[in-house]
């Protein structure tokens, strides 16, 4: 039995997921945006028309060549006015001492702006400490899983995702992963690798619908290429997230 987000608030404990869940029930929308563009002006404006169909923006902001601290101001403003998060896609994954830096220090300055950020574990729990000793209220999201052909993601790793996010359950507050990998719902699962018009992208990504996403565990999904390379970004955003959230109200149902 699928439980609603509204039922998840009363399990889930992280802040940054109470609010993201929040989100979603306000825009009825469980749909992030990976921005994977890499000019400052583009990205602004793709942000800003789609926007309003989002619950969640996705950012590798290490792929913007013209990035200046401007940019992430300007991306605050926009995640107020559509009433969005921000997630950084950095994929930390190394040793404690390096991530911390890596995460506060050097030209982003991740922990001033992001709401969320993921991890490898393959370093061990380590990563998450010497993220957490200089965390400003983020969530951290564990990549249990990957959407690319051949990952290395096996079971016994996925386990070993679990249990170290357990053990930190004032930090960690979910998952990327390709389905539901615990019955624990006050995880949240981040599920990339959804487009409806495309099943790859012949360099390892595999993607599924969005409603397979979603029967799969999926809460939110993740989808870049899907949007951004539409020639009506706006319109199709709109539409992943019916989609999505049609998919998730159905569960509910069944
Ligand atoms: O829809 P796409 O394929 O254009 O973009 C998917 C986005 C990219 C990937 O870096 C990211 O999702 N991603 C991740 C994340 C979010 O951690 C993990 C993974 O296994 N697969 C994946 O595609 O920005």
Redesign the pocket.
Known sequence: MVKSFSDRLKCVSHPKAQELINIILRKKSNLCF?A?VTESQKLLELVDKVGPHICLL?T?IDIVSDFTPDLVTELRKLAKKYDFLIFE?R?FADLGNTVQKQFSEGIYKISSWADFI?AHVVVGPGIITGLKNVAHNQGLIL?A????AG?LCHQAYIKEALMMAEDNRSFVCGF?CTESVTSDESFLN?V????FSSSG?GLG?Q?VSPSQAVQKGADVI?????IYQSSNPAATAKEYKELAYTAYLNLLES
């Open positions: 990976s994977d996705k590798h896609d994929k993921n990549i899983q990957m959407s690319a990952n990327i981040f990339p690798g959804v487009n992208d990504q993607f993740i989808v870049g290429r899907g």
